[in-house]
C-alpha cells in the first residue's frame, strides 16, 4: 500500500510517522518527502482493520492535515509515465548505463532487434550493436554523435546523447546514455550537416545457411587483396553487390567503384567506355577518359565477362599482366592502378575449352574466385531475406508491416527460384502492393506452376531386377535432361551431384548430344 500524508512543516513529525509503523511492525519500503508538505510512504499491504486503525493513529498526529491511500508513490508515476511514453514512440530507443549495458529499451527497439526485454535488459550493448564501440566513446571526448549503422541488413542512422545529472557541488556528472535510431530514409529529419556514406558492406548480407557464411567469410578474405577476382553465380544472385562489398572492405574503399556491363554495348562502344579515346577521335575535339582512367586508384567491375568481344579480351589481358593500356587512337601508353573485378553467368572454363574466351585470360581471372550458390540450394536463407525484403519495402510503401501466414516459408522454400534472391526481392514488392489484409500469404506471390508434360515422361519398364529397373529409368532421366542440358557441368549442376558423378553415368549408359 501507499499513503500520501499531508501535513505541516514540523520538526520531528517524520519520525512519528516511522514510530506508529515500527509498533505495528509493519515494514517500510520507501519514502518520499515533498517541500510542499507531503509526506509518501510505501509499505507491504495489511489487512483492512489494521489499515483502519493506522490510518485513525496517523491522522491523531500533531500537524498531520489529512492521509490518503494512493495507487503509486511520485517516482514510480513519473516512471510509469516516462515508459509508456516510450513504448509509444515509433523510434527505437536505448538507455545505456555507464557499465555499457542495456538499462531500458521500448517497444519499438526490441521489435526492430527481434529481442524480448529479458534478451535484452542488463546485456551488452555490443550484443545488438557490434558496430558501436560504447567503451571507445565513453573514453574519448564524450558528446552527441550520430552514425550509421546496418541492422538485419536495412540501414539505420543511430545518434548517441550523454545524459547529464547535476550533483549536490553543482557539477555535470554523466549518469547514463540514450540512443534513438532511425531509418535511414528518414535522415532529412537529421542535422544536413550529417555526412551519408551509404557504403554497401557485409553487414547488407542476410542469411543464415553454412553456404552464404562460408561465402561472406571467404570473400572477407579475398576483399583484401589487389589481385584480379571473379565472381562466378546464377543471374539474381547479387554479383555486383558482393564485388561493391568486397570494394568498400578494400583500402580502395574511398576510391571509385565504375560497373561496365559487357554484354549491354557493341564492340567499339565498349573501347572506348573501358579505355577512353584520343583528342579528336569520333569528331570529339577534347579526348575522354575511359572507365579505368576514371577509376584509378579504385575498383572497375565487369559484368559478364564471358560475353566480352575476343578484341577487348586482349586489351583487359594486357591491363592485368602490367596495368597499361592504349587509349582509342592514341600512341602513348597510360598506366594505372585499378583491381578489377569480373562476374560471369556461364562457366568461363568451359568458354576457354570451346574457344569462345582466352585461355591465358581465364586463367589470369581464375586466381581468386567466389561462387555464389543459387537460392535452391540455401533454402534456410529464404526466410530471412523474406523479413528483410518486408522491411525495406513496407516503409518505402508507408504501409503497416503484415504477419506472415505460417506455411509461407515452406511454400516459398519448395520453389526453385531460378531468378534468385532479385525474383524473391520483386514478388514480395508486389505481393505488399496487392496486399489487402493483414497477413502475406502465398496466393500474393503468383509463383509460376511448372507443368509436366504426362506424354515426354520417362516410361517405366518392369521387367527385371530392382537393379536393373532402377538403371533403366535412371539412363533416361538423364537422357531427357542431357538434351536441355549438354554438358556434364550443366547437367551436374541441375541435378545438384557431382560433376564426376554425371559424367561417370552418362559414359556407362552411352549417352550422348542429340
Not at 8 to 19: C, P, S, V
Not at 305 to 318: D, V, Y
Not at 371 to 382: A, K, M, V
Amino acid at each position: 500500500m501507499r499513503l500520501e500524508v499531508f501535513c505541516e512543516d514540523r520538526l520531528g513529525l517524520t519520525r512519528e510517522l516511522l514510530d506508529i509503523l515500527a509498533c505495528k511492525e509493519i515494514d517500510l519500503r520507501g519514502i518520499e518527502i515533498d517541500v510542499t508538505g507531503i509526506i509518501y510512504l510505501n509499505c507491504p499491504d495489511i489487512d483492512f482493520d489494521s489499515f483502519s486503525e493506522l490510518m485513525a493513529e496517523i491522522r491523531r498526529i500533531d500537524g498531520v492535515r489529512d492521509v490518503r491511500k494512493i495507487p503509486f508513490m511520485p517516482i514510480e508515476r513519473h516512471n510509469h509515465e516516462l515508459i509508456s511514453l516510450l513504448n509509444n514512440l515509433p523510434e527505437p530507443v536505448l538507455a545505456i548505463d555507464l557499465k555499457g549495458q542495456v538499462d531500458m529499451a521500448n517497444h519499438a527497439a526490441l521489435a526492430l532487434f527481434h529481442k524480448e526485454e529479458k534478451e535484452t535488459i542488463g546485456h551488452p550493448i555490443s550484443a545488438l550493436l557490434p558496430q558501436f564501440n560504447f567503451a571507445k566513446w565513453a573514453e574519448g571526448n564524450i558528446k552527441r554523435q550520430r552514425e550509421e549503422v546496418v541492422i538485419g541488413g536495412l540501414d539505420y542512422i543511430m545518434e548517441v546523447m550523454p545524459v547529464y545529472i547535476i550533483n549536490e557541488s553543482n557539477e555535470s556528472v554523466l549518469a547514463s546514455t540514450v540512443m534513438i535510431i532511425r531509418s535511414i530514409q528518414e535522415k532529412l529529419l537529421f542535422d544536413q550537416a550529417l555526412p551519408v556514406n551509404n557504403n554497401l558492406g557485409f553487414e547488407h548480407f542476410v542469411g543464415v545457411s553454412n553456404r552464404h557464411k562460408s561465402l561472406i567469410s571467404q570473400a572477407k578474405k579475398l576483399s583484401a587483396l589487389d589481385q584480379p577476382l571473379l565472381i562466378q553465380g546464377e543471374t539474381g544472385t547479387g554479383k555486383e553487390m558482393l564485388a561493391r562489398a568486397c570494394h568498400n572492405r578494400s583500402h580502395r574503399a574511398g576510391e571509385p567503384f565504375l560497373v561496365l556491363s559487357c554484354a549491354s554495348m557493341p564492340d567499339g562502344v565498349a573501347e572506348t567506355e573501358l579505355f577512353g579515346h584520343a583528342p579528336g577521335s569520333f569528331n570529339h575535339q577534347q579526348g575522354h577518359k575511359g572507365i579505368f582512367e576514371q577509376a584509378n586508384g579504385g575498383t572497375v567491375f565487369l559484368d559478364e565477362i564471358g560475353e566480352m568481344s575476343p578484341h577487348l579480351q586482349i586489351k583487359l589481358l594486357r591491363l592485368l599482366q602490367d596495368g597499361t593500356f592504349r587509349r582509342v587512337g592514341e600512341e602513348h601508353e597510360v598506366h594505372v592502378d585499378v583491381r578489377v573485378i569480373a562476374s560471369t553467368r556461364h562457366q568461363l572454363a568451359e568458354l576457354a575449352e570451346s574457344g569462345s574466351f582466352r585461355e591465358d585470360l581465364f586463367y589470369r581471372l581464375n586466381v581468386l574466385t567466389l561462387h555464389i550458390p543459387p537460392l535452391r540450394e540455401r533454402s534456410s536463407d529464404i526466410a530471412p531475406l523474406l523479413e528483410l525484403f518486408v522491411a525495406k519495402y513496407v516503409k518505402q510503401l508507408g504501409i503497416v508491416q503484415p504477419s506472415i501466414e505460417s506455411s509461407l516459408v515452406d511454400q516459398l522454400v519448395s520453389y526453385h527460384w531460378p531468378g534468385n534472391m532479385r525474383q524473391l526481392e520483386n514478388m514480395v514488392l508486389r505481393a505488399l502492393t496487392e496486399l489487402e489484409s493483414e497477413q502475406l500469404n502465398i496466393e500474393l506471390f503468383h509463383l509460376p506452376q511448372l507443368e509436366v508434360n504426362v506424354s515426354n515422361a520417362p516410361s517405366l519398364n518392369l521387367d527385371g531386377s530392382l537393379d536393373e529397373i532402377m538403371k533403366e529409368y535412371e539412363s533416361q532421366v538423364l537422357d531427357r535432361l542431357y538434351q536441355s542440358f549438354p554438358s556434364s557441368r550443366k547437367l551436374a549442376k541441375r541435378l545438384n551431384v557431382s560433376h564426376t558423378s554425371v559424367a561417370n553415368k552418362l559414359r556407362e549408359y552411352g549417352i550422348r548430344k542429340s
